[in-house]
């Protein structure tokens, strides 16, 4: 039987020492001479030594490792199920699936926290009571009827005589834990699990400022990818991999001198990658060019003639032009929103899979999971969340769409220049997972600061997973 190495060494725990930075100016020097500052929340920088060892690759494919994984990590940890408006009214319905669990998350009442999270399996003979989403006055098995209310109580035994056994009262649908933040809705499995307000540490004070709940689900589609989902993960995780993958972007996007953080805590951790200003590989690049190249690339920038003149900068051009946009779109006045939130790439993670994004700039939310059982699979999600009327109405909510592992992102509707990219991050997963198999190496040797979110990453992970 194969063996999983999960004890955390001494020598990689986080250290208070500074990692080698980029010799390019930075981003905190780039958002100091912004026109409009950041909020103090992207004032702060905090790098973490995270080490320098080799991560283990059996990680990414080990079946022994995969199923200890679901044991201390998917069945303990808290995770995003779905979002409040994707069950409005009382008696709605997503399934969510992780391996081989599966729960039915019901709206019971009008209430916020009128949400609840059941076991997705008949008490009789086990069958799966949902396989979708969808309104229902009740739960109901279709194999042989047996019936639950929405608040899981029994509510119907056929051939009642038959099942003496059976205590009404107590033959109740097997729960979840259930939390709510930034209009998320999470579960957890395990009932003596921490408060999901202590799990989130400092994720709702940095959120404060970009206000998930105002937000509605426009778009949400994914992807069946054919690597480990962490590796997936990991892929958007940082930016050293930008000039080679994405070569179209280092025109525009401050690659290897973006800022990585680390928090104090388990769970949090965040990139700032600035937008409107080249890469430092590209030296003094002129301002117009850069502006040409976002337009060429980014949809939202296409429209309009955006030219930079004579001690303008081109970062500051496109977020006048983008505060333009925001407020034309929903009548509020962005004259002020900070050129941070406007134009950057803010993105964070809560481990061990959620990807929120700050700012006005990229209103995403990844989220990324094994496709079933195979460690060698995964699904990778992306939902757009754009702001909600001022009476929290709001237009019909995205739902999702997944496409298969052949597919392009340009199957997924709503995607647009995004797809591009991401399909180009999809063809180096496979060789990723390819190689890890080939390789005669046994770890991955990552960089000390622009992994450093990653090494976080995989800490945390060997923590839970050392603890069962």
């Known amino acids: 039987m194969n063996t999983v190495r999960v004890a955390m060494p001494v020598s990689r725990k986080p250290t208070s020492a500074s990692p080698p930075r980029s010799p390019a100016r930075s981003v905190q020097e780039i958002l100091a001479g912004d026109a409009n500052p950041p909020?103090?929340?992207?004032?702060?920088?905090?790098?973490?030594?995270?080490?320098?060892?080799?991560v283990s690759l059996d990680r990414y494919y080990s079946k022994a490792w995969h199923d200890l994984e679901v044991k201390t990590v998917w069945q303990k940890v808290w995770q995003m199920a779905c979002r409040v408006e994707d069950i409005p009214n009382v008696g709605d319905t997503e399934v969510y699936d992780i391996v081989h669990d599966s729960l039915i998350i019901v709206r019971t009442g009008t209430g916020t926290a009128d949400i609840r999270a059941y076991v997705n399996s008949c008490l009789h003979r086990g069958t799966i009571l949902r396989t979708e989403g969808g309104n229902v006055r009740h739960l109901k098995c279709p194999v042989h009827g047996i019936t639950w209310g929405l608040?899981?109580?029994?509510?119907?035994?056929?051939?009642?005589w038959d099942f003496p056994q059976v205590d009404r009262e107590n033959f109740c649908l097997p729960e979840a834990k259930v939390g709510l933040w930034g209009g998320f809705v999470f579960i957890n499995f395990d009932m003596n699990c921490e408060p999901l307000t202590s799990y989130l540490e400092?994720?709702?004070?940095?959120?404060?400022?970009?206000?998930?709940?105002?937000?509605?689900?426009?778009?949400?589609?994914?992807?069946?990818?054919?690597?480990n989902w962490k590796l997936a993960q990991e892929?958007?995780?940082?930016?050293?991999?930008?000039?080679?993958?994405h070569p179209q972007s280092v025109e525009y996007t401050a690659d290897t001198n973006t800022q990585y953080d680390v928090f104090d805590g388990?769970?949090?951790?965040?990139?700032?990658?600035?937008?409107?200003?080249?890469?430092?590989?590209?030296?003094?690049?002129?301002?117009?060019?850069?502006?040409?190249?976002?337009?060429?690339?980014?949809?939202?920038?296409?429209?309009?003639?955006?030219?930079?003149?004579?001690?303008?900068?081109?970062?500051?051009?496109?977020?006048?032009?983008a505060r333009a946009r925001y407020s034309k779109s929903s009548g509020k006045d962005f004259s002020k929103l900070s050129t941070s939130e406007a134009v950057d790439l803010i993105q964070y993670l809560l481990f061990p899979n959620l990807s929120p994004w700050g700012g006005m700039a990229s209103p995403l939310v990844y989220r990324f999971r094994p496709n079933g059982d195979n460690p060698e699979e995964c699904i990778m999600e992306i939902m757009l969340l754009f702001s909600k009327n001022d009476d929290g109405s709001h237009p019909p909510v995205g739902k999702a769409t997944i496409v298969g592992v052949n597919d392009s992102w340009h199957k997924v509707p709503g995607m647009g220049s995004a797809a591009d990219v991401t399909d180009q991050d999809t063809d180096n997963l496979k060789r990723i997972q390819r190689g890890i198999r080939a390789s005669k190496k046994p770890g991955a040797t990552m960089s000390v600061y622009q992994e450093s979110r990653i090494r976080h990453f995989h800490q945390t992970l060997e923590a839970y997973m050392a603890a069962s």
């Open 266 to 321: 388990r769970h949090v951790s965040r990139f700032i990658m600035a937008e409107g200003v080249a890469s430092p590989a590209l030296g003094n690049y002129p301002q117009q060019k850069i502006v040409d190249a976002i337009q060429r690339d980014i949809g939202f920038y296409a429209k309009g003639d955006i030219t930079v003149g004579p001690g303008e900068t081109a970062r500051e051009k496109i977020a006048d032009h």
């Open 39 to 54: 909020p103090p929340i992207l004032q702060l920088d905090s790098p973490r030594d995270m080490g320098q060892e080799d």
């Open 202 to 227: 400092c994720l709702p004070e940095h959120f404060k400022a970009f206000d998930l709940e105002s937000r509605y689900k426009a778009v949400h589609g994914g992807k069946v990818l054919p690597c």
């Open 151 to 160: 608040d899981g109580k029994l509510a119907g035994l056929p051939c009642t």
């Open 235 to 245: 892929a958007f995780m940082e930016g050293f991999h930008i000039a080679t993958t």
